[in-house]
């Protein structure tokens, strides 16, 4: 068995000769690794937890750990997580809560990535792709090849439908339909030129007056960005640095902020 001699394997967990447990890993009573499961370094699990096949986890994450809940008084609940999933660095996965039903599920196939948080009594489908630092409260589901963008916290008990598609950033307080796309309203835009930044960097007055006046058609004229860019490069004089800024935004495959 592959075990780092600095992990601390309780007597009462059961893993596999298959799996590789690295160094600095804590692993409780009550736990169950399936086959070829991968335990990078310093991942924390406990118990009650079932944990199928081929997992890899990264490091810092911690694994079925007891549920974020006051209510909860060392009641025996569990977590079971299905195979081939993708664990990143600094991913909480509570346990259950006997009120809750007292199980955390995982499917297979997820990608579950850095900073992401599933609270207790969760329903996670298969394939599911949980984005850097996604945030789901206690009690929610999510369906197969659901996506929450990054940075997105889900409020308690709300359902995520199969294939949705939730943008980064976006609060969700109540259930997201199957197949969608949804996202918060985003209203970004360019509020003109860092000038202060560039003249801490040793821009000359002349550069920054150029690019004050290139950015002035861009943001402040009734010209769209196309109509914008054409002018700037009909006039006589293009600077370096205003040239730089229009092979930018014709080099965008997105679009630029305005």
């Excluded at 009462?12 to 298959?18: F, L, M, Q, T, V």
């Excluded at 991913?91 to 997820?110: F, L």
């Excluded at 789901?136 to 598609?165: E, M, N, T």
Aim: charged share 20%; aromatic share 6%; net charge neutral.
């Amino acid at each position: 068995m592959n075990i780092h001699p600095t992990a601390i394997v309780d007597p009462g967990a059961k893993i596999p000769s298959s799996c590789t447990v690295g160094p600095y890993c804590v692993i409780g009573p009550q736990v169950e690794l399936g086959e070829g499961c991968s335990l990078i370094s310093h991942v924390i699990m406990e118990g009650p937890s079932r944990i199928g096949a081929e997992n890899r986890f990264y490091p810092f994450s911690s694994i079925g750990l007891a549920p974020q809940d006051i209510s909860y008084c060392g009641e025996p609940t569990r977590l079971e997580m299905g195979s081939h999933n993708e664990i990143r660095e600094f991913v909480t996965i509570n346990r259950g809560t006997q009120k809750g039903g007292g199980v955390t599920r995982i499917g297979s196939s997820a990608l579950i990535m850095a900073y992401a948080h599933v609270a207790h009594d969760c329903s996670i489908g298969d394939h599911v792709i949980l984005a850097n630092a996604a945030t789901l409260g206690g009690h929610v589901s999510v369906g197969d090849w659901a996506v929450v963008g990054a940075l997105c916290p889900v409020h308690q008990f709300v359902r995520i439908g199969k294939h949705a598609y939730i943008g980064g950033g976006t609060t969700i307080t109540r259930d997201v339909l199957p197949f969608s796309k949804t996202a918060a309203e985003r209203n970004t835009h360019a509020y003109g030129l860092n000038a202060i930044g560039l003249e801490r960097r040793g821009f000359s007055k002349e550069r920054i007056v150029e690019l004050h006046h290139a950015f002035k058609l861009l943001l402040a004229s009734k010209l769209n960005t196309s109509q914008a860019l054409e002018k700037l490069k009909s006039e006589p004089e293009i600077g370096e640095d205003v040239q730089l800024l229009i092979s930018f935004i014709e080099a965008s495959e997105r679009g630029v902020i305005k």
